[in-house]
């Protein structure tokens, strides 16, 4: 039996990437702007953004993406009143098929915040330049990467970009996810957890307060975290605190002892100890390094 064959037609290459970015910036923030020739998305991962693409004005919030067309000028200021976390990515890609992107203004799902994800993952694991660093115009990249990580990236940006113009193409309705009745309600139950957990940010939560309640038992809520987030829902605590943490500090309206006291810290020192280890950093020199970055170019 004689077997041919099948060419697969690729609708779309990435050829090159240009820069990977997740920035946590200040209340304040204002980019004055630029263009340049080739492409770049922003995502709202936290707070509200306004952007200018072209002359064209928007208004983007959590979860909200803006693609930017080569030679198209934009820029984007913080609402003065909430610390933004953004991811911006710029990329080299001549396909014809992105025309469908061009001006595109939407919404994420799940699907589209685990392809990021994904990306920002294998970015830390393979690029030596910070991905914070708004002053970046070449990365460099480490000198052992693991395997295939710079193909992973590749992969998951063409993943992303093939969705997103499938969806315009659809009329912007996504195919649901086929889920499990388990996994759905385990996946509710997640997330009401969490949304208990940002509702109390402020209050120092022990385990048995969690299980009482949310009426789940202590076994399966460790379990549940350990499969949806990879780590105990405490550690998850604390790092929403110190994420709740790091967004205060940058928009500069708080002293250090003001956010450890309406975090529920029992002292500044601990706060202090906290944050060094989960960030690397005290809240002092995050602060310093915030500053230093706002005034380097986006």
């Known amino acids: 039996m004689a077997f041919e064959s099948l060419n697969l037609n690729v609708e779309l290459e990435i050829s090159k990437v240009v820069t ?12 004055p702007g630029e263009s340049h020739d080739f492409w770049e998305f922003l995502c709202v991962d936290k707070g509200e953004v306004n952007v200018l693409a ?20 934009h820029n984007v200021t913080a609402n003065g009143i909430t610390a933004p976390n953004l991811v911006v990515i710029s990329f080299e890609c001549s396909s014809p098929c992105m025309k469908y992107l061009e001006e595109l203004v939407t919404t994420i799902g799940d699907y589209e ?12 694991k393979c690029i030596k330049t910070p991905l914070g660093d708004p002053s970046t115009t070449k990365m460099e990249l480490v000198e052992n990467p693991p395997f295939a990580s ?8 063409e993943l992303l970009l093939l969705h997103m113009i499938r969806l315009r193409l659809d009329g912007g ?13 385990d996946s509710r139950t997640y997330e009401n957890i969490v949304a208990y957990l940002e ?21 399966q809520l460790q379990k549940l975290f350990r499969e949806q987030n990879q780590s105990g829902v405490i550690d998850y605590f604390s790092h ?25 810290y029992t002292s500044v020192h601990y706060f202090s100890r906290q944050f060094k280890k989960l ?20």
């Open 113 to 124: 915040h685990t392809l990021l994800a994904n990306i920002l993952s294998e970015a830390k």
């Open 279 to 298: 960030t690397g950093m005290t809240p002092s020199e995050y602060s310093s390094s915030i500053k230093l970055k706002a005034e380097r170019k986006h």
């Open 54 to 73: 072209d002359e064209r004005p928007y208004t983007l919030k959590k979860d909200q993406i803006i693609f930017h067309k080569p030679n198209e000028f």
């Open 199 to 219: 509702e109390h940010i402020c209050e120092r939560l022990t385990i048995d307060e969690i299980c009482k309640d949310n009426l789940i038992g202590r076994f």
């Open 240 to 264: 929403l605190k110190i994420e709740f943490a790091k967004q205060l500090i940058r928009e500069n309206h708080h002293n250090f002892t003001q956010i450890s006291d309406f975090l529920g």
């Open 173 to 185: 309705h996504s195919t649901p996810t086929v889920k499990s009745i388990k996994q759905k309600n």
């Open 150 to 157: 710079e193909q992973m990236i590749r992969i998951n940006l």
């Open 20 to 31: 990977i970015h997740y920035f946590e910036y200040t209340s304040d923030y204002c980019f």
